[in-house]
Nanobody, 128 residues
């Protein structure tokens, strides 16, 4: 059974930082690109924020470039999202998702609902 489990969300003040984790199991980590998405209250899910893979190739959406960083720990089959300089508008449920046989660059162009597997999400709330 494939599982993606996010953790690390919480309440943080504006300007603070959080690191989210996405622990994967049941899939061959090397065969997937992992992307991070978010969905703010009352809004549709945004396009992918960043993508990465076991080779360390990483791509970012312009909206988060310079503030967010994706990385992976191959031994743990876990992907991280380091979020810095958080703003109230970053408040959302953050999801990770896995898509098979694409590079992170290719995965940037794939809508979230076309990814193969997705986690349940973790809430991030940024207070002003």
């Amino acid at each position: 059974e494939v599982q993606l489990v996010e953790s690390g969300g919480g309440l943080v003040q504006a300007g603070g930082s959080l690191r989210l984790s996405c622990a994967t199991s049941g899939l061959t980590f090397d065969d997937y690109a992992i992307g991070w998405f978010r969905q703010a209250p009352g809004k549709e899910r945004e396009g992918v924020l960043c993508t990465t893979n076991s080779a360390g190739s990483t791509y970012y959406a312009d909206s988060v470039k310079g503030r967010f960083a994706c990385s992976s720990d191959n031994a743990k089959k876990t992907v991280y999202l380091q979020m810095n300089s958080l703003k109230p508008e970053d408040t959302a449920v953050y999801y990770c998702a896995a898509v098979w046989a694409l590079t992170p660059a290719q995965a940037m162009g794939v809508p979230g609902n076309k990814y193969d597997w997705r986690g349940q999400g973790t809430q991030v709330t940024v207070s002003s």
